[in-house]
């Protein structure tokens, strides 16, 4: 359906650009003066409150500061999906998003060498069997997104630098993500950002990876109450879980003409560590983890097998525990960050 609208859109487009030829390049020549004369004004929006999507070049992209490809404004020639705790077809926003929002699609996961290190203390920063059980989902995404049509890219480095990399091959104008929390992801996304600055691309976040919302929340982040029981009662059956987005019938496939190397699956040798300790063992909870199985499908699929609601109330009880940790995260690390910018502020002159 998505296809069908957009041929008709572009028919539509195309019929009335050839109409106002004239009116379209005075538009463009006024669009070029004002943008010469106007400082860039493009500002980092801060996912909180109201606000889920983060852009930082909307403006100067909303007013056509690159041609529109092939004569439709409405799509992107191309979007990079970084996948990162995401790993899954179903529910997933950002890949319905990127989907439908592109004329091509590049789905890519990193396996970035700094989470395979070690931490101060000396010990490894992913062990053998979380590694493990990585792999076999970066293996089962692949298979999933062939089968829509797609594929998945693998590459082993720093997603600063193998992004911007992929938007040089691919001419994709924008690379979209799930928002992450913590401090190392956070400054991923940063680093991200600047490094898509010099390529004319933008970084797009979108909030993922709990039960209720960011945007649905009774109370502003700031204002979050920093105890569970407290949050619990201000949310549970007081707050509507959104429905699950449905699996896309078929993808977008790669950039035509584009010769991208999708790579290999890593091995755990590869990463830097020991086959031999990682034996086999059922790891179903840690599903959630790595975002293969989200909170909502969790929530939907207890509530269909349960015989009593023991079951689905303990299920929502861990649930809630999870988004409170993701929620209080988020609240004091946008907190600490307002804070260094207001320090790194230069002192009014006397």
């Not at 949050?231 to 078929?250: C, G, I």
Request: charged fraction near 25%.
């Amino acid at each position: 359906m998505a296809d069908d609208v957009g041929a008709r859109y572009m028919e539509d487009l195309n019929s009335l650009m050839g109409a106002n030829m004239g009116k379209y390049s005075t538009l463009k020549r006024r669009q070029s003066k004002s943008h010469l004369a106007r400082k860039d004004t493009s500002t980092r929006t801060e996912i909180s409150g109201k606000s889920s999507l983060v852009s930082e070049h909307s403006v100067a992209h909303e007013e056509g500061s690159r041609p529109p490809p092939n004569g439709v404004a409405a799509q992107r020639r191309c979007s990079i999906l970084w996948l990162r705790n995401d790993l899954r077809v179903h529910d997933h926003e950002v890949l319905c998003r990127a989907n439908s929002e592109s004329a091509s699609m590049v789905p890519v996961f990193c396996f970035d060498p700094r989470d395979f290190g070690k931490t101060s203390s000396g010990f490894d920063k992913t062990g053998p069997y979380r590694a493990k059980f990585l792999i076999e989902c970066v293996a089962d995404l692949r298979k999933h997104l062939k089968q829509l049509g797609s594929d998945l890219v693998i590459r082993i480095g720093r997603p600063e630098e193998v992004l911007p990399q992929l938007v040089r091959e691919t001419g994709a104008e924008a690379v979209m993500s799930h928002a992450e929390i913590t401090v190392e992801e956070v400054q991923s996304e940063e680093d991200v950002r600047s490094a898509l600055k010099e390529h004319d691309a933008e970084l797009k976040l979108l909030w993922g990876s709990t039960l209720y919302h960011l945007d649905d929340l009774p109370f502003r982040l700031e204002n979050m109450p920093s105890t569970y029981g407290a949050f619990r009662a201000s949310v549970q059956d007081k707050v509507s879980v959104r429905t699950a987005l449905k699996t896309p019938s078929e993808l977008k496939g790669f950039p035509t003409g584009s010769n991208i190397e999708v790579g290999d699956i890593p091995t755990l040798q590869s990463l830097g560590l020991s086959s031999s300790s990682a034996q086999e063992q059922q790891e179903e909870p840690a599903a959630a983890i790595t975002g293969c199985v989200n909170s909502l499908a969790m929530n939907q699929v207890e509530k269909n097998k349960a015989t009593t609601e023991t079951a689905v109330n303990w299920l929502v009880f861990e649930l809630l525990w999870r988004d409170f940790f993701r929620f209080i995260s988020k609240k004091y690390g946008t907190m600490h960050q307002q804070k260094e910018q207001q320090t790194r502020q230069p002192l009014p002159c006397a």
